[in-house]
């Protein structure tokens, strides 16, 4: 991938701490007419540097009471076995997010449910009937705090 220049930089930044920001008042912050930084952003998008923009959402107010990190071992690790799985699990509603990891374990997903007895009743439905799982652990988590941004390491032009 090509390398951001600096105002490329500014505008990842600005847009990864406030992805609400109106494109004037991105302009603004990194010295640039509206339509040039309009233009830039576009191009991001295009590139594939900007992905996409969301909202954080409380997960109380669509019902959620309760996340969970699974780490899942597999009994075999053929490539046509892992799409089979990554296929079941990205289907699964209350799968937020599924991590392809190195280690002991193959892969970790994180789920959002109603209460224990829906973790339960997923786990067991789920994970555990999928045959080509040797080994679940499930972390239930107190807290989730993420960072909006990521760390600048692409090189500086």
């Known amino acids: 991938m090509k390398a951001l220049d ?12 406030n992805g609400r920001l109106s494109n004037k008042e991105l302009a603004a912050g990194v010295g640039l007419a509206p339509s ?3 233009n830039r952003v576009r191009r991001l998008q295009r ?4 992905l996409s923009f969301h909202a ?3 997960p109380r107010a669509l019902g959620i009471g309760l996340q969970a990190l699974i780490a899942i071992r597999l009994k075999v690790h053929a490539r046509g076995v892992l799409e089979s ?3 079941h699990l990205l289907a699964l509603a209350e799968v ?4 392809d990891v190195g280690g002991s374990d ?12 829906h973790l339960r009743d997923l ?3 789920g994970f555990s009937a999928r045959e080509e799982i040797a080994f679940l652990k499930t972390s239930v988590i107190f807290d989730h705090i993420a960072s909006t941004t990521l760390p600048m390491y692409a090189d500086h032009a």
């Open 96 to 99: 937020v997010a599924l991590y």
């Open 123 to 125: 786990v067991r439905d």
């Open 85 to 87: 799985l990554k296929h």
């Open 6 to 17: 600096r105002i490329d930089r500014e505008i990842v930044m600005a847009l990864s701490n």
């Open 36 to 38: 040039s930084c309009l």
């Open 47 to 50: 590139r594939g540097v900007l």
């Open 56 to 58: 954080r959402v409380a």
């Open 106 to 117: 193959d892969f970790v997903c994180h789920v959002a449910v109603r209460d224990s007895d």
